[in-house]
């Protein structure tokens, strides 16, 4: 029972609150009339006492104490360990034990909140009730059993719409449930998993579905009977209702009925969860149970999956078989290579089944599908269209198309990215025009595969240059709107698949990377050390100029006249040398100066050379005599003229030759006289613009021509200053003669090269998008784009003072002698 030692039981009338005589004495007891207790001592000491129930040395059998006695109830040892601290009557505790109070209870007074700071006001539907209570004493003591026994008693969980209290019998009562008290004292409601429905009633307006929820709702807990006699007030808490989560549907039984929240399905989505219910995932979309994401998985050759991007709307949508209005998510972005495909729009009744059909084989697209875009070009009603590829692009000659937007160049062919596609990514947009580009490591743009490279600044000028190539917009047209243009490429430039041979980048794979330089139309690898090469081929240069220079310009003015070899015959005759004929003119110089090791060195030289060109000299010599007979330098002209033709074959027709047909071409361009294309100049010259190898190249005959009459105008200075005349010097003829013929045979060799240069600069190839580039160096724009620039009039002078200037100049020059 209750009360170890004593139980005291004093109430007013009918009821079972405490009478105040409690509060004079505590638990009505008078120290001086127990058992053992001192006279006018006033204490006594109770221990090892046990109750059951409550109190295990004093209880009172009534509610709501006051005075000395609730005092006593809450008291703590202080001191002697007696309680009170001060009195007359005063009490000590010591091993006491009980259900509840070990020391002092009381009867069971109220249910109150166990833990009230953690209680929940806001619930979901669906949500288990998680509500804790406890019965507590009139000392604020948890009231339970000793051991494992239970209260006798329930607590029951009531939802009410209003108050629980005043509510019709079987009208307003959501929800009622009745949950043990464990044997500490605690009724956990969350327990029994008891979840909390939600009152809503559903009605139409303007065709849709509208739900109204219940604002608030009255969650009582209350005690299923007295405890002990004592009849105790409900617990009550108005809570209020959170929304669905998103990828929850409310779940009502009917129209008015209560409901709860309950989750979509993986394969559904739902738009709004606390008006809508779970809906089918479209064909094309894939679902999270909340919404349709935004992309979709393609799968590679690898095995792998790639996101792209699509775009669904959230648009009304008339459903038919209960002529009501939802709203549906429908497809209005399908990306690249894809078309977009929906429901006929006057006969929709399935938007779960709009997709993105990919284009099939040998067909392809670059642009977005979009639903919204004027026309709907890329928009198709039924699968079985789309998939027949008609709205597709075509696959275009020297391209392999798999499908999608898939545009692979073939070996050989180079693919530029649509104008829609590509943005050109620009390092120096006003770069001065003696600046030069070079390849960089290219920044991959988001353009699939068909840009697979991005350029450098592409323009040889200022950005004005572009501006006025706007006029060939119209050209490009077909690449503006998504069209991939395949465009052949140089020979052995591309090897397919969008890469380029090694050593080459940029549009067509017609640009040299950095450390490259074009070589016999090949990107040759340069030395790291360019200024070795740089000295190198000054100091080999220098020396072939040289001795050119000397034997094409200068021979015939230090070779003997006949008649100072006759004088010379005659001299070495009186003095018995009748062998001096044969001698070098540079041994008889030496000779004459006393110089006699110098002398022989040079004479076993000279009659090296002569017992190794016996043959030619006498081929020379015949000719000199008989002209007409052996034309052995037209001979000769007609040969390298045709090696010269047939070794720009491999630049003028960019073909796949035979290995050995390539290889003859290759060794026949050094005829061409163009020596900044031999691997070891080209790596120096490739420091320089296109626009200044131009000015190298053009400059050449000027300065050659230059040299060649230097020796005529310093044989005319001495023949004026010491024998009186400009022609009257014995060599005048001599040199005359030479300078006119090297002059002429120069020329004849150097106008195919200084004619190519001068023409190569109104040849260009327009590559779509790219725009329309200099075919000798694709980092240049077009100079016919541009007819004021400074590279197309000097082209433009040039290639009347070269190519057509030539010709017609030596024309005149033979007919003004006859």
Request: hydrophobic share 40%.
């Amino acid at each position: 029972g209750s009360g170890g030692a004593f139980c005291s039981m004093n109430t007013l009338p009918n009821l079972l609150v405490c009478n105040p005589d409690l509060e004079q004495k505590p638990f009505m007891i008078d120290v001086q009339d127990l058992p053992g207790g001192a006279a006018g001592s006033g204490r006594v000491t109770l221990e090892d006492n046990y109750a059951s129930s409550g109190g295990g040395a004093l209880f009172v059998k009534c509610i709501i104490p006051g005075g000395s006695t609730k005092v006593m109830g809450g008291a703590t040892p202080v001191g002697d360990g007696f309680y009170p601290a001060a009195g007359f009557a005063r009490f000590a505790f010591s091993g006491n034990t009980a259900g509840y109070g070990s020391n002092t209870a009381t009867l069971p007074q109220e249910l109150v909140l166990h833990e009230p700071d953690t209680v929940q006001f806001e619930y979901r539907p669906g949500e288990p009730i998680t509500t804790k209570l406890h019965i507590s004493d009139s000392f604020g003591q948890q009231v339970k059993m000793d051991g494992t026994d239970r209260l006798p008693v329930t607590v029951s969980a009531r939802i009410c719409i209003g108050s629980c209290e005043s509510m019709v019998a079987g009208q307003g009562e959501v929800f009622n449930s009745a949950n043990e008290i464990d044997s500490d004292g605690l009724c956990d409601v969350g327990v029994q998993n008891k979840v909390l429905v939600w009152p809503a009633s559903q009605s139409t307006v303007s065709k849709r579905a509208v739900r109204t929820y219940q604002p608030l709702l009255t969650l009582q807990h209350a005690v299923s009977a007295p405890l002990q006699g004592v009849t105790m007030d409900p617990v009550q808490l108005n809570i209020s209702r959170l929304p669905c989560n998103d990828d929850e549907q409310f779940l009502q039984a009917s129209a008015s009925a209560t409901g709860v929240c309950e989750a979509c399905l993986e394969a559904e989505y739902i738009i709004d969860p606390d008006q809508s219910q779970c809906l089918e995932c479209p064909t094309g979309g894939i679902c999270n149970g909340s919404t349709v994401q935004d992309f979709l998985l393609e799968t590679q050759d690898d095995g792998s999956k790639l996101n792209l991007t699509i775009l669904w709307e959230i648009i009304p949508f008339n459903v038919v078989a209960s002529d009501t209005e939802e709203d549906r998510a429908r497809l209005i972005e399908c990306p690249a290579g894809y078309l977009l495909v929906r429901g006929d729009p006057l006969n929709d009744l399935r938007p779960q089944d709009d997709q993105c059909a990919k284009c099939p084989a040998t067909y392809y697209s670059t642009r977005i599908a979009s639903w919204n875009e004027i026309g709907q070009p890329l928009v198709d009603w039924k699968l079985a269209d789309a998939l027949t590829g008609d709205k597709c692009e075509d696959c275009e000659p020297g391209a392999v198309c798999t499908g999608g937007r898939s545009v692979e160049p073939k070996p050989g062919f180079y693919s530029g990215a649509p104008a829609a596609a590509r943005r050109r990514v620009l390092h120096n947009r006003t770069r001065p025009e003696s600046s030069r580009w070079e390849p960089e490591p290219h920044s991959n743009i988001d353009v699939g595969v068909f840009g697979w490279w991005s350029t450098g600044a592409l323009w040889e000028s200022s950005s004005a240059v572009r501006g006025r190539a706007g006029r060939k917009n119209g050209r490009r047209a077909a690449a503006a709107a998504g069209t991939v243009q395949v465009f052949r490429c140089p020979a052995d430039a591309c090897l397919g698949n969008g890469l380029c041979a090694a050593g080459r980048t940029g549009p067509v794979c017609g640009l040299c990377k950095k450390g490259y330089a074009m070589a016999q139309e090949r990107c040759e690898l340069c030395a790291e050390d360019v200024g070795t090469t740089i000295a190198i081929g000054a100091i080999v240069g220098l020396v072939l100029f040289s001795v050119g220079y000397y034997f094409t310009a200068w021979r015939a003015f230090f070779k003997e006249t006949p008649q100072e070899r006759h004088l010379m015959e005659k001299k070495r005759s009186s003095a018995g040398d009748p062998a001096a004929d044969d001698r070098f003119f540079l041994v008889k110089f030496f000779e004459n100066r006393g110089w006699d090791t110098p002398a022989k060195r040079v004479s076993v030289l000279h009659r090296f050379v002569l017992n190794n060109t016996k043959t030619v000299r006498g081929m020379l010599t015949a000719n000199e005599a008989k002209k007409d007979n052996l034309p052995i330098q037209g001979l000769m002209k007609i040969l390298i003229g045709f090696y010269q033709v047939l070794s720009s074959f491999m630049t003028t027709f960019p073909i796949k030759w035979p290995e050995e047909q390539e290889n003859a071409m290759k060794f026949t361009k050094i005829l061409a006289f163009d020596v900044v294309a031999v691997p070891g100049p080209s790596c120096v010259v490739a420091q320089f613009s296109y626009q200044q190898k131009l000015l190298m190249y053009t400059m050449v005959p000027p300065a050659a021509l230059i040299a060649l009459v230097c020796p005529l105008m310093l044989c005319m200075v001495l023949g004026h200053f010491r024998h009186g005349g400009w022609k009257k010097h014995d060599r005048y003829e001599a040199v005359y003669a030479n300078t006119w013929q090297m002059s002429v045979f120069f020329l004849f060799l150097y106008y195919p090269t200084v004619s190519v240069a001068s023409l190569k600069s109104f040849s260009c190839q327009e590559l779509g998008a790219e725009g329309n580039l200099l075919q000798a160096d694709f980092s240049v724009a077009c100079p016919i784009d541009n007819p004021l620039s400074f590279l197309f009039i000097y082209s433009a002078i040039v290639t009347v003072l070269y190519p057509i200037g030539i010709p017609v100049g030596l024309y005149f020059a033979m007919r003004s002698y006859g």
